[in-house]
């Protein structure tokens, strides 16, 4: 089925920016609707950003204009570039992506439809 393993993670001041990266192995990252989650203590995981086959893409409202998903085919890589950050952007960040046979996301961004998971990178925001 393949593997997604998250980097990039750390401690940032608020304000600040960070990018992160996740590396797809055993499939074709392109060819399939790719997302990135996160994960607080204590509440449930939730959609961040989206984007599929297409490059179309898709942000959860807390995050768009500050967050930018994007996809490198040749690395089959998937990344997150995260500015402005905020105390409340503190979590594990995951990325994801849908089965094999699903190369669009049309907006969705719910965790239960995603298969496959990295084990995710912690941000934390504080000064």
């Known amino acids: 089925e393949g593997q997604l393993v998250e980097s990039g993670g750390g401690l940032v001041q608020p304000g600040g920016s960070l990018r992160l990266s996740c590396a797809a192995s055993?499939?074709?990252?392109?060819?399939?609707?790719l997302g990135w989650f996160r994960q607080a203590p204590g509440k449930e995981r939730e959609g961040v950003a989206a984007i599929d086959r297409a490059g179309i893409v898709k942000y959860a409202d807390s995050v768009k204009g500050r967050f930018t998903i994007s996809r490198d085919n040749a690395k089959n890589a998937l990344y997150l570039q995260m500015n402005s950050l905020k105390p409340e952007d503190t979590a594990m960040y995951y990325c994801?992506?849908?089965?094999?046979?699903?190369?669009?996301?049309?907006?969705?961004?719910?965790?239960?439809?995603?298969?496959?998971w990295g084990r995710g990178t912690q941000i934390t925001v504080s000064s």
């Open positions: 994801a992506s849908k089965t094999g046979s699903v190369a669009y996301c049309f907006g969705d961004l719910a965790p239960m439809n995603y298969v496959l």
């Open positions: 055993g499939f074709t990252a392109s060819t399939r609707c």
